[in-house]
């Protein structure tokens, strides 16, 4: 079903619940003599207003708008950051390290359903971050309240397409959707602005009919953007809405407003938070999205979720978590049909819609942050402040350190000797854009760890500041995400040589990873290719690692690493890979003969056979012990790797002992992870770079 089509059922639907609702409010009001077909008439307007005004999306530059009813993910509310129980940055950090995680918000808080909530609560504040979600699960309440409740046995609701269903929402209301930003020009009066609604559909005696709802207590009031009324205006706005809900207290209440704007204004509400989205979600959102014809012929869906959980996408799917990107996210894929290989250009996109698109699409304020600080400036200042605590490994703020970071910022920056309020611009960031949120009180981290990666990223894109991230940070596996987004900013062959040149020296004070680089450089035959000579490098050096897993007595994952990096060079020579961990007599000989058959080596491969057969157990291996068996699988183990020219010491590889390496091997991949990420390398570079992998000699001065 088309938009167009869902948008008219709706209305159709929503007309029917609306008249019903008001003639009972009419009965209840003693106004049974009003003129029905009129009032049925008006609520028809009523109904198609609301739906074409409220029932739709058209956000992030949409082509066409998208009906609320089809996309709509239910929501999931917490208790307010705000009183959880954090004390302290330090407090913070233990907690986000200790459970090794990459989000920050809410994710072990219990959850609520938002329109259990609802129906359980008469006065609800809606808490959010910007694009969290506030203003449609407002806009799809109301929605839900023109749906017909199954205790009707009405003739209106007997015939119904295969799409109808009841509404969740259990209060016989008729909804009222008022965005609060409209009190900039207008008046403040609700009576006013709820009359109007009425009178523009051409109800009759609208002002009473109003006036009766409210007093029996038959309105759903939905007040969408106590942060969008600008400030002249807000203590007036706040008592106006307090007055109003205890005169009308009966009727049910719905508000929305920032998490960080919100200052517990409203006491005779309670206020819940809107979780960030979980996985379910988000697999609902994307089966909702991608509900046209040609996705679901192309499965769509399945592969945009497919792609978005994959491990090398886990920064991408916290984006994700937030509605308002994950909107950005499937309108990105929808392009493609896959995710940009350059995740830096999806992560600037979505900053930008952070700090400038969304508020400038829902008309917020628009005020300048500051009078100078334009949005290159302020990502300027948002990238010194994530890589100067990047550096120092926080991801925890206090205000006043991050009071004082604005402030030596701009002061340096801007050259401004008079006293700067970086309160206002601090609270601005975090209100009007959301990039910076406080987590407890006075304890602020950006709202997401991938935008702080991002930022930087972003700071460290100079020559000289990446010659010495490199040399401090090269073999940080937190720092792995930096490098590929610095790789994807621009051209990569001056970051990619400083990183190969800095892998080279790696190799000098390091004697286990360094011997083991020079004997698969020494006993592996050149390819045709600087990439095949690479991909033949790794591969000898992977043969060890296979081999000596078990040799201790410990597992030795590292060869999963220089196979993962085989894949990343050359995903065509997957097949290498496909040899067995555990040897026995009868895997022995094919490996060998693959090894022959490959003609990487000079080795004298009878010999070796030979060798091998004379290692006969004693007993079939199923008949053997464990131990026993383990014995003579090491044994075939080490006589396979002398056979390939390991002496003794290089034999002697422990868990400890093969650190260096396995740091090594990791360097290596995230030099072919950054050319893969990286905007553009040139040829030259990359058969450079393929030259230094798994190589040492003289060094080279690339």
């Not at 409210?214 to 009031?221: A, M, V």
């Not at 601090?426 to 991938?450: K, M, N, P």
Request: with cysteine.
């Amino acid at each position: 079903m088309s938009w167009t089509e869902a948008q008219k059922e709706l209305s159709d639907q929503g007309a029917k619940t609306a008249f019903q609702l008001a003639w009972n409010i009419c009965k209840q009001i003693g106004k049974k003599t009003w003129e029905k077909v009129q009032i049925e008439r008006a609520m028809s307007r009523y109904a198609e207003n609301y739906v074409h005004r409220h029932g739709q999306i058209k956000v992030l530059g949409m082509n066409e708008p998208i009906s609320l009813q089809t996309i709509y993910t239910d929501v999931r509310l917490i208790s307010p950051h705000y009183r959880r129980s954090y004390e302290s940055v330090e407090q913070l950090e233990r907690h986000f390290r200790d459970k090794g995680l990459r989000r920050f918000h809410g994710q072990h808080m219990e959850r609520h359903s938002g329109i259990d909530l609802v129906n359980k609560k008469s006065f609800i504040n809606i808490l959010g971050a910007p694009g969290a979600g506030k203003s449609t699960f407002l806009r799809r309440m109301g929605l839900e309240a023109l749906l017909p409740r199954p205790s009707w046995e009405n003739v209106y609701f007997k015939d119904v397409s295969g799409s109808f269903r009841w509404s969740a929402f259990l209060h016989e209301c008729l909804p009222v959707f008022i965005e609060l930003r409209r009190f900039k020009n207008d008046p403040i009066s609700l009576p006013s602005i709820i009359q109007e609604e009425f009178a523009i559909c051409d109800f009759p005696n609208s002002a009473e009919f109003v006036n009766g709802a409210l007093e029996n207590g038959k309105l759903l009031i939905l007040l969408d953007g106590l942060d969008e009324v600008s400030s002249d205006k807000l203590d007036e706005v706040i008592h106006h809405i307090q007055d109003f809900a205890d005169k009308y207290k009966d009727n049910r209440y719905i508000t929305s407003c920032r998490t960080a704007f919100y200052n517990t204004y409203l006491q005779k509400f309670t206020d819940v938070e809107l979780a960030e989205f979980d996985d379910e979600q988000i697999v609902q959102f994307a089966n909702n999205w991608f509900t046209a014809e040609v996705d679901r012929r192309n499965k769509t869906a399945k592969i945009f979720l497919e792609q978005l959980f994959e491990s090398q996408n886990i920064p991408i799917l916290e984006l994700a978590r937030t509605p308002l990107l994950l909107t950005f996210l499937c309108l990105t894929f929808d392009d493609t049909q896959r995710f940009p290989a350059n995740r830096t250009s999806l992560y600037r996109r979505a900053i930008y819609i952070l700090m400038e698109k969304w508020a400038a699409e829902k008309r917020v304020h628009n005020v300048p942050i500051y009078r100078d600080l334009h949005i290159e400036l302020e990502t300027e200042m948002l990238a010194q402040i994530a890589a100067d605590a990047f550096e120092q490994d926080k991801l925890f703020f206090s205000e006043h350190e991050l009071l004082s970071r604005i402030s030596d910022f701009l002061s340096n920056t801007l050259n401004i000797s008079k006293t700067l309020d970086s309160r206002a611009i601090l609270e601005a960031i975090e209100i009007q854009q959301g990039l910076l949120v406080e987590r407890a009180t006075d304890v602020f981290s950006f709202s997401h760890l991938t935008i702080q990666e991002y930022l930087t990223a972003f700071y460290y894109h100079s020559p000289m500041r990446v010659a010495r991230l490199v040399e401090n940070h090269l073999f940080d596996e937190k720092w792995r995400e930096v490098f590929l987004l610095i790789a994807g900013m621009a051209s990569a062959d001056d970051l990619l040589m400083i990183m190969s040149n800095h892998l080279l020296s790696y190799l000098d004070s390091h004697a286990v990873a360094r011997n083991y680089v020079l004997w698969a450089e020494t006993v592996t035959r050149q390819g045709k290719t600087p990439l095949e000579s690479a991909v033949r490098r790794v591969f000898t050096l992977s043969l060890p690692l296979r081999f000596k897993r078990y040799e201790y007595g410990q597992e030795l994952r590292i060869h999963n690493t220089a196979e993962e990096l085989i894949t990343s060079l050359s995903p065509e020579h997957s097949e290498l890979l496909a040899l067995p961990e555990r040897l026995t007599l009868s895997r022995v000989r094919p490996v060998v003969n693959r090894l022959e058959n490959l003609a990487y080596y000079d080795f004298d491969f009878s010999a070796l056979k030979n060798k091998m057969s004379q290692i006969t157990p004693k007993k079939p291996l199923s008949s053997m012990l464990p131990g026993s068996r383990q014995t003579h699988q090491r044994a075939l183990a080490h006589e396979l790797l002398r056979g390939l020219c390991l002496d003794d010491t290089l034999l002697e590889l422990t868990k400890s002992k093969s650190i260096p390496l396995q740091n090594y091997l990791q360097v290596c991949k995230l030099i072919v992870d950054c050319k893969s990420a990286a905007l553009r390398v040139s040829n030259s570079t990359w058969d450079t770079i393929c030259h230094s992998l798994v190589t040492y000699g003289k060094k080279r001065n690339i």
